[in-house]
DNA sequence: TAGATTGTTAATCGATTAACAATC
DNA sequence: TAGATTGTTAATCGATTAACAATC
């Protein structure tokens, strides 16, 4: 198994493979096909096999895998079970409401503090987390050997923001910023692209509804 | 140009070409080659021609692109300029978060109102936005032919909030939830996958790490 | 004109799907 | 045993990259 041949694609399944088991457990259920998972979930079938075979857990022909066994194997796999502290810039809304999430230290993310230039917000404390000055964001990521950035900044500091990450030993910037960071080689660099996702969800839209008004009134519109 | 040939990853990068050109031309610049945007955005140049293509814009040879008359292309193309409404269902920190994004205004979305199962949310107004109580769903989405429902929910209940919304003739669900939907066919559901996205950046430093210290130390590890 | 840049057609690469052999 | 399900190897599909012709 060499890590470097998981495809990227696997890697974002296997979270969505989890949380369908977690949920599986919950309800009881010990024993699960890749047919049946790939059902629910919309996976192919063999996609839904190799997909659990990078995680290393393996089923018993006829009678499938192990719930509990996979969801063990795809945390593994993952590293969710090493919790990683993580610093988070930019306590706005969207900072805010990823200090909310306490679902990330079972995905390998603990955030142990916040960040923002406005003095206003610099003191308070979101879901137990304190927000400090900017001004002592380096100091403190060398001292605590801080491996994940995350970049809840405004698009016009995210780049510099993003250098001072890495200037003090971050290795991973799970980056909000509708930005491409240019960094040095190495570093990794998740983007959560919401706009990305907006257009498409606006694009498809609209060609589904110039879908359904073509159909209701059949005229040759002209032709594109 | 047949609409649904439009491969989804240049769907994706789109958008993040139109923020690269807003800044463009912030600064000022009136043209750009595709080589440049290719550079600076990590895209091979070839793929940026390619996906500027199918926005119908053209370019002239030896100058490049009008920035202005691309960023206009691409928000044709991807209908931003045509502002669907959409209901928000989950006012929690997340869905605070994304009622206070100004922006996706820009981007063809507009949230009219907000909804929640927390009476002691209902009646607040959060950025403007009003969040009224889920009994009056139904009734208002049907009335002002919402198209677009952004579902910020907990897992438990994305399922059955998704069925409503789409119940009252919701085209487009903006799902936030780390569950995939099960719904009629023709219905179009956008994943925002933040725990895909955390999967992919614990692997990524986990296995950075590994590599690390092998280079540290090189003994020979337990073959994997 | 020369050459930079465009846009298109062909080749490559990688992920998905299909076919099939292995096994409990 | 028979057959359901696994896991793997081969075929297909689609996106990316390379090569090249067109043009301002």
Redesign the pocket.
């Known amino acids: 198994m060499r890590a470097e041949?998981v495809?990227?694609?696997?890697l974002?399944?296997l979270p969505s493979y989890y949380h369908y088991l977690v949920r599986l457990r919950e309800k009881g259920q010990e024993m699960?096909?890749?047919?049946?998972?790939g059902e629910d979930l919309g996976?192919?079938?063999?996609?839904?096999?190799?997909?659990?075979?990078v995680t290393g857990?393996?089923?018993?022909?006829?009678?499938?895998?192990r719930v509990e066994e996979l969801i063990v194997s795809i945390e593994n796999f993952l590293n969710w079970n090493n919790v990683t502290d993580a610093f988070l810039v930019g306590a706005g809304h969207l900072g805010t409401a990823l200090l909310g999430y306490a679902g990330f230290e079972r995905a390998g993310v603990k955030i142990v503090a916040a960040f923002d230039a406005n003095p206003k917000m610099v003191g308070k404390k979101i879901q137990g987390v304190s927000i400090l000055p900017m001004e002592k964001f380096t100091d403190l990521a060398r001292r605590m050997h801080i491996g994940i950035g995350i970049l809840t900044v405004p698009a016009e500091v995210a780049q510099e923001t993003a250098e001072m990450m890495v200037g003090c030993g971050v290795q991973a910037i799970w980056n909000f910023a509708p930005i491409v960071l240019d960094l040095p080689q190495g570093v990794i660099v998740e983007n959560v692209a919401l706009y990305s996702s907006l257009g498409v969800l606006s694009r498809k839209l609209s060609v589904h509804r110039k879908a359904l008004l073509a159909k209701a009134s059949p005229e040759p519109v002209a032709s594109e």
Chains 1, 2 share one sequence.
């Open positions: 041949s495809p990227e694609p696997t974002r399944r699960i096909s890749a047919a049946q998972i996976v192919h079938h063999t996609q839904v096999r190799k997909d659990l075979a857990s393996q089923g018993k022909p006829k009678v499938g895998h």
